[in-house]
């Protein structure tokens, strides 16, 4: 399978994988800001993508920005369908007590890309019985 991959800035940097059998790829941001304490922002990559079919690309956070940094990324899971064509953009937001600052060329999330099933909608008149039932939120305990 292949990911095309549009640069759409002279600063953006192709998406990578860092080890071999690493699940999502680097992204990189083009930008240059500071993200105050409890502040969120767009930044940008610079790049556009087109799917393989049937798959979907998931924008998830950085480990290290989050243990490091308390820098985290809004919507996430953020999912690109596969039709979009647009500059692939990053919500970050500082949960952290400092100022952080992103730069050009600073990994700022990664992409994983995953399949898609799609399915048909049926409306029923009633679910059949599972034994978890209607058990959510904590249901079964801490």
């Known amino acids: 399978m292949k990911l095309y991959v549009e640069i759409i ?13 690493d699940a999502g790829m680097d992204l990189y941001s083009t930008d240059e800001i500071i993200i105050l ?9 610079g790049i556009k993508i ?3 079919p049937n798959t ?9 920005l989050a ?3 308390g820098i985290t ?6 999912t690109i369908d596969e039709g979009y064509r ?3 953009g990053i919500i970050v937001i500082n949960h952290g007590t400092e100022e952080f600052r992103v730069t050009r060329g600073m990994k700022i999330a990664q992409m994983v890309i995953k399949p898609v099933l799609r399915v048909e909608v049926e409306q029923v008149d ?13 249901s079964t305990g801490v």
């Open 126 to 138: 009633y679910l059949n019985n599972s034994e978890r039932g209607e058990g959510g939120f904590g």
């Open 86 to 88: 647009g500059e692939i």
């Open 67 to 69: 243990l490091k940094n």
């Open 73 to 78: 990324l809004l919507n996430t899971p953020g």
């Open 50 to 52: 087109q799917l393989p």
């Open 9 to 21: 800035d002279n600063n953006a940097k192709l998406p990578s994988y860092a080890h071999d059998g």
């Open 37 to 45: 304490p409890g502040e969120r922002a767009l930044i940008h990559t």
């Open 56 to 64: 979907e690309a998931q924008i998830r956070p950085r480990s290290g």
